[in-house]
T-cell receptor
Framework: AQSVSQHNHHVILSEAASLELGCNYS??????LFWYVQYPGQHLQLLLK??????LVKGIKGFEAEFIKSKFSFNLRKPSVQWSDTAEYFC?????????????FGTGTKLQVIP | DGGITQSPKYLFRKEGQNVTLSCEQN?????MYWYRQDPGQGLRLIYY???????QKGDIAEGYSVSREKKESFPLTVTSAQKNPTAFYLC??????????FGPGTRLTVT
C-alpha cells in the first residue's frame, strides 16, 4: 500500500521567513499529487495540485510545489510567509494505475507564523 | 451554492449509543469519503464510496458503518463497537480529477 510522509509535524516561523514543507510518497508509478490546507476554523481546501507537465506547480496565496520524480517528493514552498498562513497543511497522493485507487493523505504539518 | 454539508457541527452522545452523522453534497460527484481527524494523526480513511449502492472499507472501518442509497448522501454511523469514537469527522466528495471537496466536519463527543 502506498504511504505519504510529512516529516515536519510542527513548524514555527517568523513573518517574512521562507517556508519549505516536505512530502514524500512510496508509490512507484504515475501519481496525482495534492496539497490541502486547513486554516483555523475553516474547511480543508485545495492549495495546489500536480497532474502532469511542468513539475513546478503554483497554487493560491503565493504557494508553489515542486514534483521531483526521482526523489518521490512534492515539497511545498513559499518565499515569504505571512501570519495568515498559520494553518495545517496536508500532502496527498493518488496513484493512477491499477484501476480506481483512493487518495492517501499524510499526517499533516502545523505551521505557526509569528508576527 | 454548491458544496458539502455536514450536520450537526457538534454532537454529544452517551457511551453505548449508536449515532449517525449526516453528509450531503450537491456537486454531482460519484465518489464520497469519510475521514477521522485526530491530533497528530492526520486524516484517516474510514469508508469510501465510488458510486451509489457501493462502498469500501478504509483503513479504520471497525466500529463504523455507512450507506450510499443516493448519490447526494453518504451517512456514517458510529456504533457502540467503536472503542474511541470521540473525534472530528470529515466528509468529502471527489471529482473526476481526484480533487476532494471537504465539508465543515462534525465534532463527536462520547461520554
Amino acid at each position: 500500500a502506498q504511504s505519504v510522509s510529512q516529516h515536519n509535524h510542527h513548524v514555527i516561523l517568523s513573518e517574512a521567513a521562507s517556508l519549505e514543507l516536505g512530502c514524500n510518497y512510496s508509490y512507484g508509478g504515475t501519481v496525482n499529487l495534492f496539497w490541502y490546507v486547513q486554516y483555523p476554523g475553516q474547511h480543508l481546501q485545495l492549495l495546489l495540485k500536480y497532474f502532469s507537465g511542468d513539475p513546478l506547480v503554483k497554487g493560491i496565496k503565493g504557494f508553489e510545489a515542486e514534483f521531483i520524480k526521482s526523489k518521490f517528493s512534492f515539497n511545498l514552498r513559499k518565499p515569504s510567509v505571512q501570519w495568515s498562513d498559520t494553518a495545517e497543511y496536508f500532502c496527498a497522493v493518488n496513484p493512477l494505475s491499477g484501476g480506481y485507487q483512493k487518495v492517501t493523505f499524510g499526517t499533516g504539518t502545523k505551521l505557526q507564523v509569528i508576527p | 451554492d454548491g458544496g458539502i454539508t455536514q450536520s450537526p457541527k457538534y454532537l454529544f452522545r452517551k457511551e453505548g449509543q449508536n449515532v449517525t452523522l449526516s453528509c450531503e453534497q450537491n456537486l454531482n460527484h460519484d465518489a464520497m469519503y469519510w475521514y477521522r481527524q485526530d491530533p497528530g494523526q492526520g486524516l484517516r480513511l474510514i469508508y469510501y464510496s465510488q458510486i451509489v449502492n457501493d462502498f469500501q472499507k478504509g483503513d479504520i472501518a471497525e466500529g463504523y458503518s455507512v450507506s450510499r442509497e443516493k448519490k447526494e448522501s453518504f451517512p456514517l454511523t458510529v456504533t457502540s463497537a467503536q472503542k474511541n469514537p470521540t473525534a472530528f469527522y470529515l466528509c468529502a466528495s471527489e471529482d473526476k480529477s481526484y480533487e476532494q471537496y471537504f465539508g465543515p466536519g462534525t465534532r463527536l463527543t462520547v461520554t
